[in-house]
């Protein structure tokens, strides 16, 4: 069997970060920082905590490189950790809060201002919403709904079957239009969110 | 890995580049912490042996270069990765077409296919090689801390020094590749060209004449004792080189004012061996930290040294620092 050159690449920069490897490690952690970023940014929904967090990811992911086994791309590995991390942190956090801070105020004279700040009013609500579900059904919920991910995506970045992702979806967007049912920007906001491939 | 969809998503706020600097700060810092190894049974009655290298007063481990005659490894598959760890004994493996002898108390890593060659990284200790000369073959190349050796075909042995490495060429020839470096290493020679030897029998000086040491032990530290994987060498009876700890201690020292980061590089290179200099060596980068006003260092430095060396010569004082730490 012909190996793919990238997971060989990628095999290899783990076997020298495996070995302390200085430079190899800075160049995986460049590599790696911003989609490891994303996950947590999108399941936690601001940046509040993330620094620990992928503080923590991130010595994992070197404390743990000598199982890669070059399956997958070195950098979704990573996201699975960081998804990993982002879920412990969900399940031992009490009590939930919600911070959002998604980007600067639009300006005033901004065409879609209003539908931005609409939307993040939204997003907002949705968070504190998602602060009541399971950690489970939040993960699986916000990268496959609000990030638009693949559910065989989600599937791996979480390490359950594609048939537990699709339940933990259907169960949380069920519960969201649930608890949104009385806003109706919320439910509009939701609504307007689903991914393609969503059951 | 990216969202999928075309459909527009809510933003994600950037992390500042102060905060990715402070994230890449801290992982580095645990990372540095967790690589300071415990010490190693002591070996029978072998000398120690440092290697020199301003940087390399880390742990040193000699290898036996067991070689077998020359003949044809081609063919086995590689099966990669796979991660060998030796005790006592050394152990010997078929890599693809090289035939690989990890040393005693050696961790070595074989990664590879038949098509993209093999990767082989020593993380402790080291190894041999008998590689067919490569031609048209796919590369084959060791890692060893900063240094790589890339195979053009040969038989050679290579050990890994802290992050530094030495290269030893039986037959055919080695590009070695470390930071500055690019050097063509043929049979007979040895790469780096040793020029320091100290013999380490001799116990060292107590670091009076280092400016910043530390609490200095009120006697001399222990010679430094054969502490890491040493084993017989009867294919080169030479002496090795050597780096005597306390000489890089005091030059460590000697950097503190002039150039404080590598100061810091260099007790922590120290530290990351065993005994009396490297608790040493530990405490000083945790003190060095503290004067330049570098709280995280500080603190993983100082924990360590506390944890480590819970009844060293500076454990009241690295506590006393630790507890003024803001």
């Known amino acids: ?199 | 890995m990216t969202a999928s969809g075309d459909r527009e998503r809510p933003p994600i706020e950037p992390l500042t580049d102060a905060a990715w600097t402070r994230i890449e700060r801290a992982v580095w810092s645990e990372l540095d912490a967790e690589a300071a190894p415990a010490p190693l049974p002591v070996r029978r009655s072998w000398r120690a042996a440092w290697i020199g290298g301003a940087a390399l007063a880390a742990a040193a481990v000699i290898a036996v270069v067991v070689l077998r005659g020359p003949g044809d490894y081609g063919g086995a598959p590689i099966d990669g990765p796979s991660r060998i760890v030796t005790a006592d004994g050394t152990s010997d493996v078929t890599f693809g077409d090289a035939r690989v002898s990890v040393a005693a108390h050696s961790a070595v890593v074989l990664t590879g296919t038949a098509d993209a060659g093999a990767t082989i990284v020593i993380e402790r200790g080291g190894a041999s090689f008998a590689v067919a000369p490569r031609g048209d073959r796919p590369p084959f190349v060791v890692h060893a801390g900063e240094v790589t050796v890339r195979v053009i075909g040969t038989r050679f042995g290579v050990e890994r020094v802290g992050e530094r490495a030495r290269v030893t060429v039986q037959e055919g020839v080695v590009l070695v590749v470390a930071p500055g470096e690019h050097v063509m290493v043929r049979a007979g020679e040895q790469w780096p060209v040793m020029t320091t030897l100290i013999d380490n029998t001799t116990p060292p000086t107590a670091p009076s004449t280092a400016p910043t040491a530390p609490t200095a032990p009120s006697t001399a530290p222990p010679a430094p004792a054969p502490d890491t994987a040493v084993v017989d060498h009867p294919a080169d009876p030479r002496p090795r080189p050597a780096l005597d700890p306390a000489r890089a201690f005091a030059a460590a020292a000697a950097l503190e004012a002039t150039d404080p980061t590598a100061a810091l590089a260099g007790y922590h290179a120290l530290a990351r061996g065993s005994g009396a200099w490297a608790a040493n060596a530990l405490y000083a980068a945790g003190r060095l930290a503290v004067e330049r006003g570098d709280t995280a260092r500080a603190r993983t430095d100082l924990t360590a040294y506390v944890r480590r060396f819970p009844r060293g010569a500076n454990a009241r004082d690295a506590q006393q620092l630790l507890a003024h730490l803001p």
């Open chain 1, 1 to 199: 069997m012909v190996a793919r050159p990238t997971l060989d690449a990628d095999r290899q920069l783990a076997a020298r970060c495996a070995s302390g490897d200085r430079a190899a490690q800075r160049e995986l952690f460049a590599q790696a920082r911003r989609p490891m970023h994303a996950v947590m940014y999108r399941i936690l929904g601001s940046n509040h905590e993330v620094e620990d967090l992928l503080q923590d990811a991130f010595v994992s992911v070197f404390r743990s490189l000598h199982g890669y086994r070059g399956e997958s791309a070195l950098t979704t590995w990573c996201c699975t950790i960081a998804t990993r991390t982002t879920w412990a942190y969900l399940e031992r956090r009490r009590p939930p809060t919600t911070r959002l801070e998604l980007v600067d105020d639009p300006a005033d004279d901004a065409p879609s201002a209003t539908r931005i700040i609409a939307a993040r009013a939204a997003l907002k609500q949705l968070y504190a919403i998602l602060d009541k579900l399971e950690p489970a059904q939040r993960i699986s919920f916000t990268l496959a709904v609000v990030d638009g991910r693949s559910l065989a995506e989600v599937s791996e970045l979480t390490g359950a079957s594609l048939v537990a992702v699709k339940t933990r979806v259907w169960r949380a967007r069920r519960e969201v239009e649930r608890r949104a049912a009385r806003e109706p920007a919320l439910l509009e906001f939701v609504t307007s969110l689903a991914p393609g491939d969503e059951p």
